[in-house]
């Protein structure tokens, strides 16, 4: 006996008849939205199709080497990374059921890892709009503490964490650097010079009439403790708006923007992955995709034989 999906596709009964009992056990015991009956029910079937289509007529045949198949078989047809996973899960939850009814001894989805979603690229702020945010000259303390927390997280290349947890110890004018514990609580020094340093040096006269006595931190807030995460990320998103910069301002932002710039002036990957404090070259190694589009679109608009036909 056969069976008709809901696609209209026509699926042995030795197939269909545990997904349906596994619909119920959806519907009844685990008492799942009907979305998301809808859903487990249409990527469960398409796989079915998929695998009826090369020769399996019986769950029980399905091994790792099949449902890795279904992987690139969804590769092929252009699936996102997280739809292929989205379908993945649905099928260890559906063979998680089998073995729950003795049907099963093993799940064989279990060890088949979907696609590795691509990383976004970091965005960055361009120079302009860099120095743009930058000319705060204003004489208010807090105006001061927040332009020197910004020179110094684009002069340094700094993580959040790492700014907040900066003791007024830590910064060395003398030396030209700046002692700051990474992930892991990983010790490095970082080079501290020109504005950044001009800048820090203006708030430490200004800190002493804000911070508490005995607080040691290099930031403060105007309650005199150390600044808060969020604190740092809404200040620097108000200046964003208050200095007119098109792009949203945030302390990663300006992290990456440190990062972009220093490897587009030195192509020195070795170097920026010291600075950034990363363990791994190939976390550093994204921004070497920022700098090719970079020079690609200079590419595009002077080489002569890169322009597109009707611009001059």
């Not at 729950?100 to 979603?117: D, H, I």
């Not at 060395?172 to 992930?183: A, D, L, Q, T």
């Not at 964003?240 to 949203?248: E, L, N, R, T, W």
């Amino acid at each position: 006996m056969q069976i008709m999906t809901s696609s209209q596709i026509v699926l042995p009964s030795s197939l269909q008849k545990s997904l349906e009992r596994f619909y119920e056990y959806l519907r009844s015991e685990k008492g799942l939205s009907l979305h998301t009956q809808r859903n487990y029910k249409q990527q469960l079937e398409t796989m079915a199709v998929h695998l009826n289509g090369m020769g399996i007529n019986e769950w029980q045949d399905v091994d790792a080497s099949w449902v890795r198949q279904l992987v690139s078989k969804g590769r092929r047809d252009g699936m996102k990374a997280s739809s292929i996973s989205t379908r993945l899960s649905s099928l260890r939850s559906f063979f998680d059921f089998l073995i729950l009814r003795g049907e099963l001894e093993a799940n064989p989805a279990k060890g088949v890892s979907a696609p590795r979603k691509r990383r976004p690229l970091p965005k960055n702020l361009d120079v302009d709009e860099v120095g743009q945010l930058l000319e705060v000259n204003e004489d208010d303390p807090l105006a001061i503490r927040d332009r020197a927390m910004m020179e110094l997280m684009y002069g340094a290349g700094l993580r959040l964490a790492e700014l907040i947890s900066i003791n007024v110890k830590d910064v060395g004018f003398h030396s030209g650097e700046i002692r700051v514990i990474g992930k892991g609580d990983k010790e490095r020094k970082v080079p501290f010079s020109g504005l950044a340093a001009e800048w820090v040096g203006k708030w430490l006269k200004e800190r002493s009439a804000l911070a508490n006595a005995d607080e040691k931190a290099l930031f403060v807030s105007k309650l005199g403790g150390r600044i808060s995460h969020r604190s740092v990320q809404k200040r620097m998103a108000e200046w964003g708006q208050k200095q007119a910069v098109a792009s949203h301002i945030s302390p990663h932002k300006l992290r990456h923007s440190f990062a972009t710039h220093v490897l587009e002036s030195s192509n020195n990957l070795r170097a920026v992955q010291e600075l950034l404090g990363h363990e791994n070259i190939s976390t550093t190694q994204i921004y070497t995709h920022l700098d090719f589009q970079h020079l690609a679109q200079a590419y595009d608009a002077a080489h002569p034989r890169a322009r597109k036909k009707g611009k001059k």
